[in-house]
């Protein structure tokens, strides 16, 4: 299994600013993947990051709200840019790892509230 | 496009009574199927899984069977405890069509009672 660490755990935020959130694994992984949880719904794919390449961001995310590195094979950041109170949610770090795609490893979350 | 639709929740149910959450599917091919959990205050894990139509994944006491013909991956347990209390989603992977991206439900909220 792998070990996922994302940093800040929860934070509140004022509207306007940025946020970066840290998501590091204990082993190397191809694919990492971002999602959003927003209260009370399901989660939604904001993008997948494979070192070395742009993040692939799914439809309604764009990269100048939600940019995303991945400098090496173990680590992303995603920054959740000039924040509202519509951006509050839970940001879930994720990799690939099993046998079958779609078989993911989730982080605890981080959990942003925007005022 | 895929998608998948799950029975609305809260589900309340007392301890050691039988638990069955449904989920149907829409798929162009041939998805993979899964159930993750979310305890609270934590991230998913992953619970169950299926691979192709009639298998049958199991974990924890939980089972779900992959059934083509009614688009369906229900869950369920004989016994649910207090400790079963979480928000449960179904979701899929069709790798041949959508590159294996993750597709949720919309997630079931189960609350055990002593």
């Known amino acids: 299994s792998a070990v996922i660490s994302q940093k800040p755990s929860r934070d509140i935020c004022q509207r306007g600013t940025s946020l970066t959130i840290q998501c590091q694994v204990d082993?190397?992984?191809?694919?990492m993947f971002w999602y959003r949880q927003q209260p009370g719904q399901s989660l939604t794919l904001i993008a997948t990051a494979n070192q070395g390449s742009e993040a692939t961001y799914e439809s309604g995310f764009v990269i100048d709200k939600f940019p995303i590195s991945r400098p090496n094979l173990t680590f992303s950041t995603l920054t959740v840019s000039n924040m509202s109170p519509e951006d509050s949610s839970i940001y879930l770090c994720?990799?690939?790892?099993?046998?079958?795609?779609?078989?993911?490893?989730f982080g605890e979350g981080s959990r942003l509230t925007v005022l | 496009g895929n998608s998948v639709t799950q029975m609305e929740g809260p589900v309340t149910l007392s301890e050691e009574a039988f638990l069955t959450i449904n989920c149907t599917y829409t798929?162009?091919?041939?998805?993979?199927l899964f159930w993750y959990v979310q305890y609270p205050g934590e991230g998913l894990q992953l619970l169950l899984k299926?691979?192709?139509?009639?298998d049958k994944g199991s974990n924890k006491g939980f089972e779900a069977t992959y059934r083509k013909e009614t688009t369906s991956f229900h869950l369920e347990k004989g016994s649910v405890q207090v400790s079963d209390s979480a928000v449960y989603f179904c979701?899929?992977?069709?790798?041949?069509?959508?590159?294996?991206?993750?597709?949720f439900g919309q997630g079931t909220e189960l609350s055990v009672k002593p």
């Open positions: 082993s190397q992984v191809t694919m």
């Open positions: 979701a899929l992977s069709d790798l041949i069509n959508q590159g294996g991206k993750l597709i």
């Open positions: 994720s990799v690939e790892w099993g046998e079958i795609a779609g078989e993911l490893f």
């Open positions: 798929a162009t091919g041939y998805p993979s």
């Open positions: 299926a691979t192709k139509a009639d």
